[in-house]
C-alpha cells in the first residue's frame, strides 16, 4: 500500500485545472517517479468527491460514478509509494466527511493540500465559473451567506480559506496541511513547481506544454451568458452543459473576446478584505506549513477602477449575442459541410470495403 497521500482539496479558482492537466497527463511519469494517482480518468476524483460529500442523488447515479471512490482506495491499496488525489470540490465536505475520508485511505500519513489566493480575485472568478456551469444568479446576490451544505461548491463555504482550514483541521493535523499561496506576478509554472516541492517529486518529470489557464471572460460577456442560462431548457448538468455550455459557449466563444475587467458590489469588495484578513490571522496563529507569502492572501486598499456586471445594459448584452449569433451561424455552416463531405465518402467506403471482402 502506499507510504503517504497527499489530498489536493483546492480551494476552486486556485489554478486546480491547471495543475490537474498537467497531473493526468503526466500519469506515467509520476508513477515512475514514485507519486500514485488513482482511477481511469479525471472525473473519477471529481465523482469520488461527490460520493465522500454524500452528494445528491450520488447513491443513483451511473455506476462508474458511484465507484470511483471505491476503486480509488482500491488502487492505493495496492500500489507502493506516494498516493495523490486532487479535486477542488473536497473542500466543501463537512468535519464529519473529512474525517471519514481521511479514516478511509489506506495510511496512516495523510497531507493536505491547500492552494489560495487573495479573496477578491478568487469570488470574482468563482461567480464566472459558476455561470460556465449554469447558474443564473446576479453578482450583486452571489454567495451573500455560507451554506451549510457540503452540496454547495460556489459559495464561501469552498472559496473562504479560514472556513476550510477549520474544517479540515479535525481530520488532518495543522503541521500535515500545506497553505500554497499563488504568487500573482510569478510565472505560471511557479505554482507546479512549489506544488511538486510539498508532494516530494522533481517538478521538471513532467511535461508541462500541454498545461493551459482556465481563462476569464469580460464583464458584458458573462452577464450575457448569465442571461442564456436563464433561457435554456433540458440541458441537464454533466455532459450537455459541460460540452456545449462552458466548453463551447463560455470559454471557445465568449473568453476569447477579452471583454472589459470588473468588481463585485463595494461591500462585497469589503467583505472579501476582511475575509483576507482573517485567513491570514487564522494561518499565523497555526502550525500550518504556508509555501508562500501570506501578504498575498490580502485584498489591496486600492484598486483601480472597474465597472460591476449590474451597470451592463440591454444593449451592450444584445451586441454581443448578435455577434455570437455570427460565429455560430459560420460553425453550423462548417458542420453540414464536413456532415456532406462524410455522407459523400461513405459510398466509396462500402465499394472499398466489398472490393476488400472479394481479395
Known amino acids: 500500500m502506499v507510504e503517504r497521500v497527499f489530498v489536493h482539496i483546492g480551494l476552486p479558482k486556485t489554478a486546480t485545472s491547471y495543475l490537474q492537466t498537467i497531473i493526468w497527463s503526466n500519469r506515467d511519469a509520476l508513477r515512475a517517479a514514485g507519486v500514485v494517482v488513482p482511477g481511469a480518468e479525471r472525473r473519477d476524483h471529481l465523482w469520488a468527491s461527490r460520493t465522500v460529500r454524500n452528494v445528491r442523488h450520488a447513491a443513483t447515479a451511473p455506476r462508474e460514478h458511484r465507484t470511483a471512490w471505491t476503486r480509488l482506495l482500491a488502487e492505493l491499496e495496492r500500489s507502493p509509494g ?11 465536505a463537512s468535519r464529519k466527511q ?79 496541511i500545506h ?5 500573482p506576478a510569478a510565472p505560471r509554472e511557479d505554482v507546479w513547481n512549489r506544488f511538486a516541492g510539498i508532494v516530494g517529486f522533481d517538478p521538471a518529470a513532467c511535461d508541462l506544454s500541454g498545461s493551459f489557464p482556465n481563462s476569464s471572460m469580460g464583464v458584458v460577456e458573462a452577464e450575457t451568458l448569465r442571461r442564456v442560462n436563464t433561457r435554456l431548457e433540458g440541458f441537464t448538468k454533466g455532459f450537455d452543459k459541460g460540452v456545449f455550455l462552458r466548453s463551447y459557449l463560455a470559454d471557445e466563444r465568449l473568453v476569447p473576446r477579452r471583454g472589459e475587467r470588473f468588481w463585485p458590489e463595494p461591500d462585497q469588495i469589503e467583505d472579501c ?56 451561424l459560420g460553425d453550423v455552416r462548417r458542420l453540414r459541410r464536413r456532415a456532406r463531405a462524410d455522407d459523400g465518402a461513405a459510398p466509396r467506403l462500402r465499394s472499398l470495403a466489398r472490393r476488400l471482402r472479394r481479395g
Open 82 to 92: 506516494t498516493g495523490l488525489v486532487s479535486h477542488e470540490f473536497f473542500a466543501a
Open 98 to 176: 473529512a474525517r471519514a475520508m481521511v479514516e478511509a485511505l489506506p495510511t496512516d500519513e495523510v497531507h493536505l493540500v491547500v492552494t489560495a489566493r487573495e479573496p477578491l480575485g478568487l469570488f470574482a472568478a468563482s461567480w464566472q465559473e459558476s455561470l460556465k456551469n449554469g447558474e443564473t444568479v446576479p453578482l450583486a446576490e452571489y454567495a451573500r451567506h455560507v451554506s451549510k451544505s457540503s452540496n454547495a461548491i460556489w459559495n464561501w463555504r469552498t472559496l473562504d480559506l479560514r472556513l476550510v482550514l477549520e474544517r479540515w483541521s479535525v481530520a488532518v493535523p495543522p503541521e500535515r
Open 179 to 183: 497553505v500554497l499561496v499563488l504568487d
Open 273 to 328: 478584505r476582511q475575509r483576507g484578513r482573517d485567513a491570514v490571522s487564522h494561518l499565523a496563529a497555526g502550525s500550518y506549513d504556508v509555501v508562500g507569502n501570506l501578504e498575498h492572501l490580502l485584498v489591496p486598499e486600492h484598486l483601480e477602477e472597474r465597472r460591476v456586471p449590474a451597470s451592463v445594459t440591454d444593449t451592450e448584452v444584445a451586441d454581443v449575442a448578435v455577434d455570437l449569433v455570427a460565429v455560430m
